[in-house]
């Protein structure tokens, strides 16, 4: 038995079903290697299971594709499955394993990207009506660094549109579903690699991190995140969302997974302006072998204020945990008062005048209004400036050049990833849709109530900072931690991260996902084509 393409379609519901979900796939019985045991090991695992020969590349992207099969119509993760690119990717590197010649602890891992990230042939559509038939000519930087490395590329992952929200439900392609309770957002921007790999359907993923993009959906799914120093890993060949701002990195099950991945992937790019050099790292034996025991703890007052009380309880007992291990908390004095860089200015402004120009206002509908205030200030309101832009970005330089001075009396920052649970889907996407004052409550990034008030200064000062698991609510969603370190002191981090992650069971703990369990139905704001149209995807185009 199979199922036709339009039938598939209407098993997805609401969410649009890329070309690499239609390459008349056989059911998941038919899949030799389908097997959830295998797709619930860590990367490390099968990095490892790999080396030994005891499972190959092509068994690993089975196993996920029939996972992605029964599992992504419920949380909505992928836009696009790159089925037949990863099998040959496999072909060839099992034939390299028969070998015995491995590229790296990546080789033949399936991963899959946030689908901001240009791969050459398979479109890359930012989650927007305005890129939806986009199919760049290049891989972005990253993605070639991690196929040289035995990276298997297995997909393209749903996100909120152009990157510019933290929830993670407005996307051209539907709103992806937190795995935990699928009538929950997941966070955004990186919305469908929290869920993916949270839902066992790759076993890394890379996201971009402009607010707060990865360590948002790591929190509220449960999972690990990285935000690497800024600079250390290309951003080349991504789209952007505020270049000067934005970030690339890790999403994964473990902290030692997300260190794996991070070797690979880091590495100056002179085609990338904001790339900076840096020695190479060893960062799975520095998560190992970097000392914790006089390590000095940090948690500055702000970042705890307004915390829901649930959240406060988790982080507060992560700190016993972590205060047995370390020299315990010795500051709670602020890191740096942080001077907000406006969204409106600088790259951000200048890269999608260019858009609207071209394509006019073909948005979903929060984000036609953001764009059209833009090019369209109300009468009466001033507009930014050059000169607006210019101290933007001169604040921006001096705060990332005196950050590491701050670290004086503590050597780590360790705060909640998000002060609060993460809201219903259908609650968010009114607001959203309102087209007014009341979405700042969840939308603005950098609005004081939002979800990413404690994770944006952390891209301002460029450090590296890392989300994990630290406890669960009462209602069994996940909450995060996030931990800090100057600039290029991702060992540092990852080390008391791992520490933490040794002492605890937070990680271990998985959301039950069945093929036939029911999807609560979404209400969706109505997104814009920049006509007057609808902006949904038509029968057509879901082929």
């Not at 490395?149 to 407005?170: M, P, Q, S, Y």
């Not at 952007?240 to 991070?262: F, I, N, Q, S």
Request: charged share 20%; glycine share 10%.
């Amino acid at each position: 038995m199979r199922l036709s393409r339009r039938g598939f379609a209407k098993l997805c519901g609401s969410a649009v079903v890329a070309e690499g979900l239609l390459q008349a796939w056989p059911l998941m019985a038919d899949v030799p290697g389908a097997n959830d045991a295998l797709t619930g090991k860590t990367l490390t695992e099968v990095s490892g299971m790999i080396r030994s020969k005891s499972v190959t590349s092509t068994q690993l992207v089975e196993a996920l594709l029939a996972r992605i099969m029964a599992i992504n119509p419920k949380v909505n993760a992928y836009v696009t499955v790159m089925r037949t690119e990863a099998l040959a990717q496999a072909r060839v590197l099992d034939e390299e394993q028969k070998a015995g010649k491995f590229r790296g602890p990546l080789h033949g891992i399936p991963i899959a990207l946030k689908d901001n990230i240009d791969t050459a042939g398979t479109r890359t559509t930012a989650a927007s009506p305005m890129f939806k038939d986009r199919v760049p000519t290049e891989d972005a930087t990253i993605v070639t660094k991690l196929k040289a490395a035995g990276a298997i590329i297995l997909g393209k992952l749903n996100l909120h549109e152009f990157a510019i929200g933290c929830t993670g439900d407005v996307s051209y392609f539907g709103p992806t579903r937190n795995p935990w309770e699928l009538d929950r957002v997941t966070g955004g921007s990186s919305a469908g690699s929290g869920a993916a790999v949270r839902s066992d359907l790759c076993y890394g993923a890379l996201g971009t991190d402009t607010g707060g993009s990865i360590r948002v959906p790591s929190a509220w799914c449960g999972i690990v995140g990285l935000k690497p120093t800024v600079g250390l890993v290309s951003i080349k060949g991504i789209i952007p969302c505020a270049a000067d701002l934005d970030h690339c990195g890790p999403m994964a099950r473990t902290v030692e997974d997300v260190a794996l991945m991070l070797g690979p992937m880091a590495g100056y790019d002179a085609g990338d302006i904001y790339s900076v050099e840096s020695q190479p790292v060893d960062y799975v034996k520095a998560m190992k072998e970097t000392p914790i025991g006089e390590l000095r703890i940090g948690t500055p007052a702000s970042f705890y204020d307004h915390v829901e009380p649930e959240v406060n309880e988790a982080i507060q007992a992560a700190l016993a945990v972590l205060t047995k291990m370390t020299k315990g908390v010795t500051s709670e004095e602020p890191l740096m008062e942080f001077s907000l860089v406006s969204r409106d200015l600088g790259d951000a402004a200048a890269y999608h005048e260019d858009l609207i120009r071209k394509y006019g206002l073909l948005y979903m509908k929060p984000d036609q209004a953001r764009f059209e205030r833009l090019m369209n200030p109300p009468p009466g309101s001033k507009g930014p400036t050059a000169a607006d832009d210019a101290r933007a970005r001169e604040r921006l330089a001096v705060m990332r050049r005196t950050i590491d001075g701050v670290f004086k009396d503590f050597d780590v920052v360790v705060v909640p990833t998000i002060r609060n649970m993460p809201p219903k889907i259908n609650e968010s996407l009114a607001l959203e849709s309102a087209g007014t004052e009341a979405n700042k409550k969840i939308y603005d990034w950098f609005n004081g109530t939002s979800a990413c008030t404690n994770t944006a200064p952390f891209d301002v000062y460029g450090i590296p900072t890392i989300s994990l698991p630290c406890g669960f609510s009462k209602s069994g969603l996940p909450i995060g931690m996030m931990i800090a370190a100057p600039h290029f002191q991702e060992g540092r981090v990852l080390a008391l991260a791992y520490a933490y992650q040794q002492a605890t069971e937070w990680h271990k703990r998985t959301p039950m996902l069945t093929a036939d369990m029911p999807v609560p139905p979404i209400v969706e704001g109505k997104p814009s084509d920049g006509k007057g149209g609808d902006g949904k995807a038509t029968d057509e185009e879901k082929k």
